[in-house]
């Protein structure tokens, strides 16, 4: 304001002055209706252009019969979200985020400095923090058909509501009140809390999914409901679903052909057929399997772990026969960097539903397996109330407590229940088998892990993109600091929360062993009996966000560092392709991850015929600084997505993306 009344004390007019002067006091007396709160500067954030990159940190691959890859990325959100507008703009189906709940307890930082009770900001800190990477976000969301959700207490769900309403006056919201602890915690001078809240904003066509349970009243009060005739108003019929084939090789760090001599025999695979030929007897232990006589015509799959290590198949030689024969076994997937096969097999548990008719066999593929489809279920489905209220939501007990099992000697303030999120996502993607999802507040990756156990219960294949930063506690900052360390030291980054929560917990609950390597006890909740040691079959890939210079891209000597930027437009299938120098090739064909890169013009003829040469490359990238020369060469693909190179890179982080 006083720089308002210093311009008006320039108007030489007396008269126009005092008319300016009394139009702007009527303007501050009036109220807005609305959220309104002071926003404060970017913290610490670079406003202009940047030019990011994905550095490969590590992977874990449980599934090599599985293309789908989920990703982990280390980075500043703000950064991160920017990437992701580029790669993924208007094709996510669901963002589930978790942000801090600003307490007061100092959990969370703007402009470097902890965020306390006594800050008087604190809540347009917040709230500027949130609307910044809100509107990013809304960059990535399919505006026909998808859903956001955040999490949040009473501290902000005020303001964090009048927030989403201004940002997204086009979605349809919600708020779910969500019990987490039913015995209350304690407040000085207050009631004890109970719960916490999740607005859910549903866009175009998004509608939650009718489910067997309503996450409020007990199953029989749902049937009770359904039987005095409240079946128009809640009921459809389950649809008919996929029917999962379970991997023959065991997994868990103790499934050793050691440990298990007798489950330690190979399975010949008709090359020519891709069918299972014969099933040959255990091997002695001092036995190499280079020794065993192979069929000719045939190859020997063994259950062989990816680390190389001798493994075990999931049952004996004798009762994988009978599977061959009634059809309930069958060759998965070649995985060519391993050179092998994979084996699948029926469970005793789908057998049994063959058996009792939930399950009916409809014919034999060429392998002679048996083609499956669910039957439809009689079952009621019921619309999920907005509040829940059940044992497997208590965050104590299925979100600290799991961790602690896992991440031994490790902690993480407050992490969500893995059943709380798998059931807030579920109800949105049940019907979205490939869905893509992303959560940029990722704190200890309860959301990757709920995604896994939702694609093991109905066969799906969704991918989860998680992004968190790698900060450490106050108080491993305080004793990191005395110790004389710094934010880059290895000392101090080997302790943030990518790299000591996040992705350990990713790893273990995947491969199903916790940071000592011992097997995960216990089994999922809502599953067949699944096995927490069996982990899931995914792979997920960890990446540093870095950034790049704009002159070396624009003059190609950065390929090798955007070659994984590419891998993740382009579909993220297959693992990540990475260039072991600086030598650019002249192009890459690489149908095992659906893309191609053509990186100089001249080889333009050789390059589409080995790209048509190849059905399952869906995305083409042309380098070329002639927008003509693109047009021309993008024509010869009418059937694939193209993509300039290095133009359509540069021009996208070239512009303002805050704007």
């Known amino acids: 304001m006083s720089a308002i009344n210093d311009l008006i004390a320039q108007i030489e007019d007396e008269g126009l002055r005092q008319r300016i002067d009394a139009e702007v006091k009527r303007l501050l007396k009036q109220k807005k209706f609305g959220l309104v709160f002071e926003e404060h500067q970017p913290e610490g954030l670079n406003e202009g252009p940047i030019y990011p990159c994905l550095q490969v940190m590590d992977e874990v691959k449980h599934s090599p019969d599985n293309a789908l890859w989920h990703a982990l990325i280390e980075a500043d959100n703000y950064y991160a979200l920017q990437l992701l507008a580029y790669l993924y703009s208007g094709m996510v189906d669901c963002i589930y985020i978790d942000p801090p709940y600003n307490t007061g307890a100092r959990d969370w930082k703007y402009n470097n400095d902890y965020v306390d009770s006594a800050d008087q900001y604190r809540h347009s800190k917040w709230l500027s923090m949130m609307k910044r990477r809100l509107l990013l976000a809304k960059k990535l969301l399919n505006p026909k058909d998808s859903v956001l959700i955040v999490t949040i207490d009473e501290k902000e769900y005020l303001h964090l509501g009048c927030l989403l309403e201004e940002l997204f006056p086009e979605a349809r919201m919600q708020m779910v009140t969500i019990v987490t602890n039913p015995f209350g915690q304690e407040r000085n001078q207050q009631l004890a809390r109970c719960e916490e809240y999740a607005f859910y904003l549903f866009f175009g066509e998004a509608a939650p999914c009718p489910q067997l349970d309503d996450l409020l009243n007990n199953r029989q009060q749902n049937e009770d409901e359904f039987s005095v005739g409240v079946v128009a108003r809640h009921g459809v019929t389950v649809p008919t679903e996929h029917v999962r084939w379970e991997r023959l090789l065991r997994g868990g760090a103790d499934a050793l052909r050691k440990n298990n001599p007798n489950l330690f025999y ?394």
């Not at 491993?476 to 030291?489: H, I, N, R, V, Y």
């Not at 002639?626 to 890179?649: A, G, I, N």
Request: hydrophobic share 35%; glycine share 6%.
């Open 266 to 659: 190979p399975v010949f695979v008709d090359i020519k057929n891709y069918r299972i030929q014969g099933v040959g007897d255990p091997i002695d232990k001092d036995v190499s399997i280079e020794e065993i006589l192979v069929p000719e015509g045939c190859i020997a799959a063994w259950p062989i772990k990816t680390n190389g290590v001798e493994g075990r198949w999931r049952c004996s030689a004798e009762y994988f026969r009978d599977l061959v024969k009634k059809g309930y076994a069958r060759v998965g997937e070649y995985d060519k960097k391993l050179n092998r096969y994979s084996i699948l097999y029926l469970s005793k548990a789908t057998m049994q539903r063959i058996e009792n008719g939930e399950i009916e066999v409809i014919g034999r593929d060429s392998q002679n397996a048996v083609v499956l489809n669910k039957v439809a279920s009689k079952q009621q489905l019921f619309s999920v109330k907005t509040v829940w209220n059940r044992p497997q939501h208590r965050a104590g007990e299925w979100g600290t407590r799991y961790i602690r099992n896992m991440l031994i000697n490790r902690t993480f303030p407050y992490p969500k229940s893995l059943y709380a999120v798998k059931d807030s996502l579920k109800i949105i993607v049940a019907n979205k088998p490939n869905a893509l999802i992303v959560d940029f507040f990722a704190g200890s990756g309860t959301t990757l892990h709920s995604v896994n156990l939702l694609n093991v219960e109905d066969g799906g294949h969704r991918r989860c993109i998680m992004v968190t930063n790698n900060e450490v506690s106050e108080q491993e900052a305080k004793t990191l600091t005395k110790q004389g360390f710094k934010p880059g030291d290895d000392e101090w980054e080997r302790l943030g929360i990518a790299r000591y929560v996040n992705w350990p917990r990713t790893v273990c609950s995947i491969e199903g062993h916790d940071v000592n390597g011992q097997p995960l006890k216990g089994e999922y909740l809502g599953t067949d009996h699944r096995q927490m040691k069996d982990g899931f079959p995914a792979n997920c890939i960890f990446f540093k966000l870095n950034f790049l210079d704009k002159t070396q891209v624009a003059l190609g000597r950065q390929f090798r560092e955007l070659l994984p930027l590419l891998w993740m437009k382009a579909g993220a299938t297959g693992g990540c392709p990475q260039l072991s120098n600086d030598t650019v090739p002249q192009m890459l064909i690489l149908p095992e991850n659906k893309f191609a890169v053509l990186t100089d013009e001249k080889a333009f003829s050789e390059f589409m015929e080995s790209v048509n040469e190849h059905d399952d490359i869906r995305m083409v990238y042309l380098v070329t600084d002639s927008d003509s020369m693109y047009r021309e060469m993008s024509r010869c693909f009418p059937k694939r997505q193209t993509c300039q190179l290095y133009r359509d890179y540069l021009d996208n982080f070239r512009i303002n993306v805050t704007r």
